[in-house]
């Protein structure tokens, strides 16, 4: 008689929805934020541009690349771990190279600007993500065993910002936004239920609207120059802000401060369960990465014809700014991904490479 064995059955990882949320609202204020910042500087709003305009692109300036940074360096724990730099190559530099080689050629058909000193070294308007992450997934496995390294990275970077401007500029942010990586990084093995309480999220909420009424009150003290964190204290002084080296320390030290606060805060805002929009935080790279094009091809036009002179109201500007959200799932859709999948994600195998080239 045969025994009748039941077969353990596989556990599959159950999706964490949480995060994806709270990439769904980052891509999401990713793209407001750079629309916002075509009716600012191409639009010719006929009494200033609108405060609450303002306030919107500054406001998430503050936060969003700082807590995208935190997601990343989350996610890149196994990779790290692991000291996978094969798949860094194949996952990150090689669409990066792609995108950059891409991006060149699109700058010249639109006419958007001279690509004439063109350089792998010099990432072109928002490429500077992807080879920033490459780079921090690269240099991490080792820099790691570092004692005292996110100690010693915050201090580098807020160092670095009071000395010359570092060469190829795209790259000054790989100093100064290392410590966000690193925060995701090491916050990487904690489930962080904290951020779940409802007295947290009451919290979340609260500290979203003072950071906009923040901005609103007071817009003179949020300057998008210096929240971007690629200038210098020198570059500053002067054109954006009239501040003593003291101030601009504290100034830095409190942005990094916030950014690293609102990482929780944004996991405090997120839903923890499946939602309608759950998928646009999967395809979070997509997005990015696609919605580039449409932000350039919109100002070659602004740059050519006026053609953001058009959303010169307030609901004009509104219809503009927020038809970033049905754009991030259109970039977000089965067609549009098979179509692009070729610059998002290029089929790149550097193991089959190097075998091939060795078996020659």
């Known amino acids: ?4 064995i039941q077969k353990p059955m596989l556990q599959t990882k159950e999706r964490d929805y949480w995060f994806d949320n709270a990439k769904a609202f980052l891509i999401i204020f990713v793209v ?22 303002n306030t919107l692109y500054k406001s998430i300036y503050v936060f969003h690349m700082p807590v995208f940074l935190i997601v990343s360096g989350r996610f890149a724990k196994k990779r790290i771990d692991n000291n996978d730099w094969i798949s860094v ?22 006419g958007y600007a001279s690509v004439s000193r063109f350089s792998y070294f010099s990432p072109l308007f928002g490429v500077w993500y992807i080879i920033t992450i490459a780079v921090y997934q690269l240099i991490t496995p080792h820099l790691k065993k570092l004692k005292g390294l996110f100690v010693i990275a915050l201090i580098v970077a807020i160092v670095v ?35 779940k309480k409802p007295w947290f999220r009451v919290l979340s909420v609260l500290a979203f609207i003072a950071l906009f009424v923040s901005v609103w009150m007071l817009p003179e003290y949020f300057k998008v120059g210096a929240l971007t964190l690629k200038r210098v204290y020198s570059g500053l002084t002067g054109y954006f802000y009239d501040l003593t080296q003291a101030e601009f320390l504290a100034f830095t030290l409190i942005h990094y401060l916030v950014g690293f606060a609102f990482f929780f805060f944004t996991l405090g ?24 094009f449409f932000i350039i091809f919109s100002r070659s036009l602004a740059q050519r014809f006026d053609f953001l002179d058009i959303f010169n109201s307030d ?29 998002v994600a290029p089929k790149f195998d550097l193991k089959k490479l190097v075998k091939k080239i060795t078996e020659d």
């Open 1 to 4: 008689m045969k025994e009748n």
């Open 32 to 53: 407001l934020a750079h629309l916002s910042e075509d009716l600012i500087v191409y639009t010719d709003f006929s009494t200033g541009d609108p405060l609450w305009l």
């Open 89 to 110: 190559i194949n996952k990150l530099v090689v669409p990066y190279i792609v995108l950059q080689t891409v991006m060149m050629f699109f700058y010249s058909f639109t």
């Open 161 to 195: 910002q009071f000395g010359e401007a570092v060469p190829f500029g795209g790259f000054m942010r790989l100093f100064t936004h290392y410590p966000f990586f690193l925060l995701g990084y090491y916050t990487s093995g904690r489930d962080l239920k904290f951020c």
């Open 269 to 292: 805002i997120s839903p923890t369960k499946k939602t309608f929009f759950s998928y646009i935080g999967t395809q979070s790279t997509y997005i990015y990465m696609l919605h580039l």
């Open 315 to 343: 609901i004009k500007a509104a219809m503009y700014v927020f038809a970033g959200i049905p754009l991030a799932f259109l970039l977000a859709s089965p067609p549009v991904r098979k179509a692009m999948r070729w610059l």
